[in-house]
């Protein structure tokens, strides 16, 4: 390590600390941010000035560069290096959003998107991306990579190749940078190596996006090598914002090629390597649904899997824990030889609805390889069904109350096909502490203690039992259910405080005669507020105020409530917004 | 690396220098006083393939990675810079130049300070970048879609702990004929229709606003910082550490910067000896930045003979 190494880390960390704490915004981000807000509500805007936005972008660039100097000594994975990455993502966005004029000058989309991919939040960038709508092919064809579209980066490369057939022939490439070969009606006068690059850029990106999708190593190796050259080359002769989405497109990529679907999978395939080419074709297909690059939280447990048998994985909602879930049954059912019985998972769900939910994604995806049944109420199932005697590998979801009644009839059948128990929500282990509880604990209703007694009963009948529990972050319950689900005292749960969107929770601040605000309290689970300041952030509503109300509903703190959120939902949800009240 | 030497006692013999320094404004005019021959093309080729020898060797790199599935061998020759088409081997000259002669003068150039170019930067493709965007190359459409180009040329000015102290930094143009009219139309921009009155004036957007507008911590720096990391990470541990205080501390004193502007080609038919572009007593108005400023104005008689001279030359014995 250099040196002065520990310095470079140091400037780095002193920006980070200044522009990039999580739940900690600058007074001009706050403004940013709450001039996006505005934009987007279509309510009008805080006063702004091109000033600003040259500010907010230079905050972003420095924070590249902040980024850039965690990653290079820290290594890829820098935990500072993804909070540089996610602010600046943030900054951009809260730009484009505002429809900024910069948009015209920087690609600030595509930037944006670059680091939220780089931060770890791939729907942040593809949200983002969606909105945007572009005429150049150029950029629609990163903004497809930088939102792992591959599908869309093969049909866009494929129509760059139709318009140009003669740049598919084996020496294309060659002949187009030789200078004298006369190719495509290129003359003298036309920057061939300008050209050059730009048929080399489509070329790799195209085979990128190919081999990710069939899981070809060789050839995704090649295309690598080849988008790590273009880039050095772009450091050299392009100006800096091409050459920076350059290097940030190499390092999504990097990121696509160690978040593959297909690296884990082959390494579960060890288990049955006769099964191999089914997880191949289950890998293919997650591609298809777009779905072929994990997240961190998605890694993360199936690196556990990988290791471990029984785990209590601890992540948000919508961070993907169902493809876990979805592998370990995979894993359990699929991959293991079995003595003669055909295996059988229960899914918990904590609802009815939820099971109906979980079946439909679990046929769509399994429904092939093993039969998916689901119980959700009322007399739906018979001793005659199909599935208790099948031989076929059966996953049977139901809500504990169902799964319960169901042991206590068919308790030995059940047991003894019995591989895995999944536990979706299994924080309702740990039960809340007030009235409501108390009182169900009295009458033998409580939902913990169901869960708990269930669990326990099967874990006694079969103590070999692979368990995992899915659960929430909030409310403490991680550790707990770890130890639990594990059976051990220094068990962890695996977990990353990670979540795919975005999620603000704040107060609406309403008064007679006057226009009303929201106040922005907590930004993905933690308070927010503006560095150096007691006031919250808080975005004013320039709109209209409500009109007068007869006395009778205004002197209803209920009534006058009720009106105030619906006048201003009124006026938020003119243009294609939703509110939900 | 770039670590070749100018070639002084040639360049001597090649050009009559005059250079005044007022207040924070240089200006310095070369004029050609011998014709190009093969000497002075072998003397200048060392310098000219040691300052593209990085873009070359990754060019190379790049082009030897052929992606088509019947690929085998890669098959082509196409070298670097060789492969360019003149008028980008012109900008490429231009730019050389801004180094050769920041080097070469640096005692005459405002500040005196001693400048070294680790790396030369050949961003000649601004126009080019509009195929990047489009992924087109009809000329009917090509228009520059994204444009902040920054400047063309990017030297350095280190301390004895390697520490960057000062940079240089600004634009290098080639034009074949220097007359008023194309330096102007260079300094202030291309002459532009008013729609409604249908007067002419001058756009704006030449190099003085290019000059002017320019980040005081221009990009080019950081991606020089770039290449020092990936060419000599621990030689130029000191200079990375210094460019990242620049671009990143709120509170660090500004790395000061000095602003070149370096106009180059071959003199007008009518120019008389010491006949200068831009005036030399001091700035012009249309010059804003706070920072020093050097110009430079490399008046040849026989510059492309020069250049194509060169460029068809360069790493010839080794091939």
Same mark, same amino acid.
């Given at each position: 390590m250099p040196e002065l190494d520990a310095e470079r880390l140091e400037v780095a960390d002193t920006l980070r600390r200044a522009?990039?704490?999580?739940n900690e915004l600058s007074r001009p981000q706050a403004r940013a941010y709450v001039r996006c807000l505005q934009t987007t509500w279509q309510v009008p805007t805080i006063q702004w000035a091109e000033r600003e936005s040259f500010r907010q972008l230079a905050d972003a660039r420095r924070l590249l560069h902040a980024a850039h100097i965690f990653r290079e000594i820290e290594g890829a994975g820098s935990a500072r290096a993804i909070d540089c990455f996610r602010r600046t993502g943030e900054i951009l966005e809260w730009l484009s959003r505002a429809a900024d004029t910069l948009r015209t000058v920087i690609p600030i989309e595509l930037l944006a998107a670059a680091a939220y991919q780089l931060g770890g939040l791939p729907a942040m960038a593809s949200g983002l991306l969606r909105q945007i709508v572009t005429e150049h092919e150029g950029v629609a064809l990163y903004a497809a990579f930088l939102k792992a579209d591959f599908d869309g980066v093969i049909r866009l490369s494929a129509a760059f190749w139709n318009t140009h057939p003669d740049l598919t022939a084996s020496d294309a490439s060659f002949r187009l940078a030789e200078p004298g070969a006369e190719l495509d009606e290129l003359d003298e006068d036309d920057d061939r190596v300008g050209w050059f690059f730009t048929v080399e850029l489509v070329r790799s990106l195209g085979l990128i996006a190919d081999s990710l999708h069939r899981g070809d190593d060789a050839r995704l190796e090649t295309a690598m090598a080849k988008l790590y050259a273009l880039d050095e080359m772009a450091a050299r002769t392009f100006s800096d914002d091409a050459s920076l989405v350059l290097s940030l497109m190499r390092q999504v990529a990097d990121g696509y090629k160690a978040a593959s679907i297909y690296r884990p999978l082959i390494a579960l395939a060890a288990l049955n390597p006769d099964r191999r080419g089914k997880l191949v074709a289950y890998a293919r297909d997650q591609f298809s649904r777009g779905r072929g690059i994990l997240w961190t939280s998605q890694l993360q447990g199936l690196d556990r899997l990988l290791r471990d048998s029984s785990f209590a994985l601890c992540t948000p909602? @919508?961070? @993907?824990k169902t493809l876990v879930a979805n592998m370990a049954l995979v894993k359990e059912l699929l991959l293991r030889e079995h003595d003669g019985l055909a295996p059988l998972a229960i899914y918990l769900v904590p609802s009815r609805a939820l099971a109906g939910e979980v079946e439909a994604k679990l046929r769509s995806e399994l429904g092939g390889e093993m039969t998916i049944t689901a119980l959700y109420g009322g007399a739906d199932w018979g001793i005659t069904d199909y599935w208790l005697t099948g031989d076929a590998p059966t996953v049977l979801i139901a809500t504990v109350e169902k799964a319960d009644a169901l042991m206590r009839y068919l308790g030995p059948i059940l047991t003894a096909r019995l591989r895995l128990l999944i536990l979706d929500e299994a924080h309702q282990i740990v039960p809340d502490g007030g009235e409501n509880t108390r009182i169900s604990f009295s009458d033998h209703s409580n939902r913990s203690i169901r869960l708990e007694n269930f669990v326990s009963r099967v874990i006694a009948q079969r103590p070999d039992v692979v368990r995992i529990a899915l659960t929430a972050v909030a409310g403490g319950a991680a550790l707990p259910v770890a130890r639990w689900i594990e059976g051990r005292r220094d068990a962890e749960a695996v977990g990353?405080?990670?979540?795919?969107t975005r999620q603000i929770i704040g107060v609406l601040e309403t008064a007679p005669n006057a226009t009303g605000r929201i106040l922005l309290e907590i930004m993905n689970g933690r308070t927010l507020y503006i560095r150096g300041q007691e006031q919250p952030v808080y975005l004013p509503l320039r709109m209209q105020p409500m009109p007068q109300l007869p006395a009778a509903m205004r002197n209803s703190l209920n009534r006058f409530n009720c009106l105030s959120v619906l006048w201003t939902a009124l006026h938020l949800v003119e243009e294609d917004q939703r509110i939900l009240i | 690396m770039h670590t070749c030497e100018p070639p002084l006692e040639i360049i001597e013999e090649w050009l009559a220098s005059n250079g005044t320094i007022r207040g924070t404004y240089g200006h310095l005019l070369l004029e050609q006083q011998a014709a190009t021959d093969e000497d002075l093309i072998a003397a200048m080729r060392p310098y000219f393939e040691s300052a593209h020898l990085d873009a070359r060797e990754y060019f190379h790199r790049q082009i030897a990675i052929d992606l088509h599935p019947d690929a085998d061998a890669p098959g082509a020759h196409a070298c670097y810079p060789g492969c360019l088409p003149s008028t980008a081997r012109r900008g490429l000259f231009g730019e050389v130049m801004a180094g050769m002669m920041t080097e070469a003068f640096q005692g005459k150039f405002v500040g005196g300070h001693e400048w070294r170019i680790p790396i030369f930067l050949f961003r000649e493709h601004a126009d080019v970048e509009a195929y990047l965007w489009d992924l087109a190359r009809d000329p009917a459409r090509t228009?520059?879609? =994204?444009?902040? =180009?920054?400047?063309d040329f990017v030297g350095l000015s280190l301390n004895d702990a390697g520490e960057v102290v000062r940079f240089i930094a600004g634009e290098a143009k080639w034009r074949q004929r220097l007359t008023k009219s194309a330096v102007e139309s260079l300094m202030l921009g291309p002459w532009e229709e008013d729609?409604?009155?249908g007067d002419r004036a001058r756009s704006g957007r030449g190099v003085w606003f290019e000059i002017n507008r320019d980040t005081p911590t221009p990009h080019g720096l950081r991606q020089l910082q770039r290449l020092l990391e990936l060419r000599d990470p621990e030689g130029y541990q000191a200079a990375i550490l210094s460019i990242d205080q620049a671009i990143i501390l709120d509170n660090a004193p500004p790395l000061p910067r000095t602003n070149l502007i370096l106009i180059a080609g071959n003199g007008a038919r009518d120019r008389k000896a010491l006949?200068?572009?831009?005036?030399?007593?001091e700035a012009l108005e249309e010059y804003t930045a706070p920072h020093d400023l050097q110009v430079v104005e490399l008046i040849l008689t026989d510059g492309e003979a020069l250049i194509d001279g060169l460029y068809s030359t360069l790493w010839q014995e080794a091939e």
């Amino acid at each position: 390590m250099p040196e002065l190494d520990a310095e470079r880390l140091e400037v780095a960390d002193t920006l980070r600390r200044a522009l990039a704490i999580e739940n900690e915004l600058s007074r001009p981000q706050a403004r940013a941010y709450v001039r996006c807000l505005q934009t987007t509500w279509q309510v009008p805007t805080i006063q702004w000035a091109e000033r600003e936005s040259f500010r907010q972008l230079a905050d972003a660039r420095r924070l590249l560069h902040a980024a850039h100097i965690f990653r290079e000594i820290e290594g890829a994975g820098s935990a500072r290096a993804i909070d540089c990455f996610r602010r600046t993502g943030e900054i951009l966005e809260w730009l484009s959003r505002a429809a900024d004029t910069l948009r015209t000058v920087i690609p600030i989309e595509l930037l944006a998107a670059a680091a939220y991919q780089l931060g770890g939040l791939p729907a942040m960038a593809s949200g983002l991306l969606r909105q945007i709508v572009t005429e150049h092919e150029g950029v629609a064809l990163y903004a497809a990579f930088l939102k792992a579209d591959f599908d869309g980066v093969i049909r866009l490369s494929a129509a760059f190749w139709n318009t140009h057939p003669d740049l598919t022939a084996s020496d294309a490439s060659f002949r187009l940078a030789e200078p004298g070969a006369e190719l495509d009606e290129l003359d003298e006068d036309d920057d061939r190596v300008g050209w050059f690059f730009t048929v080399e850029l489509v070329r790799s990106l195209g085979l990128i996006a190919d081999s990710l999708h069939r899981g070809d190593d060789a050839r995704l190796e090649t295309a690598m090598a080849k988008l790590y050259a273009l880039d050095e080359m772009a450091a050299r002769t392009f100006s800096d914002d091409a050459s920076l989405v350059l290097s940030l497109m190499r390092q999504v990529a990097d990121g696509y090629k160690a978040a593959s679907i297909y690296r884990p999978l082959i390494a579960l395939a060890a288990l049955n390597p006769d099964r191999r080419g089914k997880l191949v074709a289950y890998a293919r297909d997650q591609f298809s649904r777009g779905r072929g690059i994990l997240w961190t939280s998605q890694l993360q447990g199936l690196d556990r899997l990988l290791r471990d048998s029984s785990f209590a994985l601890c992540t948000p909602t @919508g961070s @993907g824990k169902t493809l876990v879930a979805n592998m370990a049954l995979v894993k359990e059912l699929l991959l293991r030889e079995h003595d003669g019985l055909a295996p059988l998972a229960i899914y918990l769900v904590p609802s009815r609805a939820l099971a109906g939910e979980v079946e439909a994604k679990l046929r769509s995806e399994l429904g092939g390889e093993m039969t998916i049944t689901a119980l959700y109420g009322g007399a739906d199932w018979g001793i005659t069904d199909y599935w208790l005697t099948g031989d076929a590998p059966t996953v049977l979801i139901a809500t504990v109350e169902k799964a319960d009644a169901l042991m206590r009839y068919l308790g030995p059948i059940l047991t003894a096909r019995l591989r895995l128990l999944i536990l979706d929500e299994a924080h309702q282990i740990v039960p809340d502490g007030g009235e409501n509880t108390r009182i169900s604990f009295s009458d033998h209703s409580n939902r913990s203690i169901r869960l708990e007694n269930f669990v326990s009963r099967v874990i006694a009948q079969r103590p070999d039992v692979v368990r995992i529990a899915l659960t929430a972050v909030a409310g403490g319950a991680a550790l707990p259910v770890a130890r639990w689900i594990e059976g051990r005292r220094d068990a962890e749960a695996v977990g990353v405080r990670y979540r795919s969107t975005r999620q603000i929770i704040g107060v609406l601040e309403t008064a007679p005669n006057a226009t009303g605000r929201i106040l922005l309290e907590i930004m993905n689970g933690r308070t927010l507020y503006i560095r150096g300041q007691e006031q919250p952030v808080y975005l004013p509503l320039r709109m209209q105020p409500m009109p007068q109300l007869p006395a009778a509903m205004r002197n209803s703190l209920n009534r006058f409530n009720c009106l105030s959120v619906l006048w201003t939902a009124l006026h938020l949800v003119e243009e294609d917004q939703r509110i939900l009240i | 690396m770039h670590t070749c030497e100018p070639p002084l006692e040639i360049i001597e013999e090649w050009l009559a220098s005059n250079g005044t320094i007022r207040g924070t404004y240089g200006h310095l005019l070369l004029e050609q006083q011998a014709a190009t021959d093969e000497d002075l093309i072998a003397a200048m080729r060392p310098y000219f393939e040691s300052a593209h020898l990085d873009a070359r060797e990754y060019f190379h790199r790049q082009i030897a990675i052929d992606l088509h599935p019947d690929a085998d061998a890669p098959g082509a020759h196409a070298c670097y810079p060789g492969c360019l088409p003149s008028t980008a081997r012109r900008g490429l000259f231009g730019e050389v130049m801004a180094g050769m002669m920041t080097e070469a003068f640096q005692g005459k150039f405002v500040g005196g300070h001693e400048w070294r170019i680790p790396i030369f930067l050949f961003r000649e493709h601004a126009d080019v970048e509009a195929y990047l965007w489009d992924l087109a190359r009809d000329p009917a459409r090509t228009r520059q879609i =994204f444009g902040r =180009f920054g400047s063309d040329f990017v030297g350095l000015s280190l301390n004895d702990a390697g520490e960057v102290v000062r940079f240089i930094a600004g634009e290098a143009k080639w034009r074949q004929r220097l007359t008023k009219s194309a330096v102007e139309s260079l300094m202030l921009g291309p002459w532009e229709e008013d729609e409604e009155t249908g007067d002419r004036a001058r756009s704006g957007r030449g190099v003085w606003f290019e000059i002017n507008r320019d980040t005081p911590t221009p990009h080019g720096l950081r991606q020089l910082q770039r290449l020092l990391e990936l060419r000599d990470p621990e030689g130029y541990q000191a200079a990375i550490l210094s460019i990242d205080q620049a671009i990143i501390l709120d509170n660090a004193p500004p790395l000061p910067r000095t602003n070149l502007i370096l106009i180059a080609g071959n003199g007008a038919r009518d120019r008389k000896a010491l006949d200068v572009l831009i005036g030399w007593e001091e700035a012009l108005e249309e010059y804003t930045a706070p920072h020093d400023l050097q110009v430079v104005e490399l008046i040849l008689t026989d510059g492309e003979a020069l250049i194509d001279g060169l460029y068809s030359t360069l790493w010839q014995e080794a091939e």
